[in-house]
């Protein structure tokens, strides 16, 4: 039993139709990040409509972005990408035929690079309520995995119910205000560490962001116990 409970507004489509600004607006705690949003316009999920001038701003530096452009010339979904490769880099944990759930996938750089890693013989689960475009290789599950039948869908996935490593890029929508935005961030990262703790196997790995600030460093310690 997962008792997972989330207060707050969620805007989930069931049928391909674009969203707009203002519908986008309306979710709450619920990571879109530059890599996501950039994938949802260019396949006509998002209509942004009119541009203010900030955001036009906000489009011209993400596009000269070094991390973007790399991202680009790589193949990657997102900069994010190469958070998560410079992370195994140093810690070895995504290995050949590992059983990995990435939450919070879309648009999907963090899956792209489990799933280079782990090969064939492993198991890739991504769980997001945006849609994600295919990854030849993993199983995608759109959904709030807070809900009991996503993540039940989840479990099923895995053999044993079990998974060797689950990571989470999630981040909340930010609004420029680190007394909101943080307590967000530690919600979010509540929230996976609960999943990791119910599905890896002993000794696996939970790789989550977490913004730093109060309440970082009693998370971290209580975590690695």
Same mark, same amino acid.
Not at 52 to 78: C, E, F, I, T
Not at 83 to 97: E, M, Q, T
């Given at each position: 039993?997962?008792p ?6 969620? !805007? @989930? ?10 519908? =986008?607006e ?5 990571s ?5 949003l950039? =994938? *949802?316009i260019e396949?006509?999920?998002?209509? $942004?409509?009119?541009?203010?001038s900030s955001s036009?701003l906000? *489009?011209?530096?993400?596009k000269?972005d070094p991390y973007v *452009? ?5 193949? +990657?979904?997102s900069r994010?990408s190469?958070?998560l490769i410079?992370?195994?880099?140093r810690?070895s944990?995504? +290995?050949?035929g ?6 919070g996938c879309?648009p999907?750089g963090?899956?792209?690079v489990a799933?280079s890693? @782990?090969?064939?013989?492993?198991k ?6 945006l849609?994600? $475009? ?8 759109q959904?709030?995995f !807070?809900?009991?039948?996503v993540?039940?869908?989840i479990?099923k996935e895995f053999? !044993?119910?079990?998974a ?8 909340p929508? *930010? ?6 935005d943080?307590?967000?961030?530690l +919600?979010?990262?509540?929230l996976a ?5 119910? =599905? $890896?196997v002993?000794?696996? @790995?939970?790789?989550v962001?977490?913004?730093?600030g109060?309440?970082f ?9």
């Amino acid at each position: 039993h997962y008792p997972l409970r989330r207060q707050r507004q969620m !805007c @989930i489509r069931d049928s391909y139709q674009p969203i707009t600004r203002p519908e =986008i607006e309306k979710i709450r705690g619920v990571s879109i990040s530059k890599g996501t949003l950039d =994938i *949802l316009i260019e396949e006509g999920w998002i209509s $942004l409509g009119k541009r203010k001038s900030s955001s036009k701003l906000w *489009l011209q530096n993400h596009k000269l972005d070094p991390y973007v *452009l790399a991202a680009k010339r790589d193949g +990657y979904r997102s900069r994010a990408s190469y958070k998560l490769i410079d992370l195994d880099r140093r810690d070895s944990f995504l +290995y050949k035929g590992a059983r990995v759930l990435d939450l919070g996938c879309a648009p999907g750089g963090w899956s792209q690079v489990a799933i280079s890693k @782990i090969g064939p013989m492993g198991k890739l689960v991504a769980s997001d309520i945006l849609p994600m $475009l295919p990854i030849d290789g993993a199983t995608f599950i759109q959904g709030d995995f !807070c809900d009991e039948i996503v993540m039940q869908r989840i479990l099923k996935e895995f053999s !044993c119910y079990q998974a060797d490593v689950v990571m989470s890029d999630m981040a909340p929508n *930010l609004s420029g205000v680190n007394a909101v935005d943080q307590p967000q961030s530690l +919600y979010l990262a509540e929230l996976a560490a609960e999943i990791a703790a119910n =599905i $890896l196997v002993s000794g696996g @790995i939970f790789v989550v962001k977490r913004f730093h600030g109060e309440g970082f460093d009693a998370f971290v310690r209580y975590r690695r116990q």
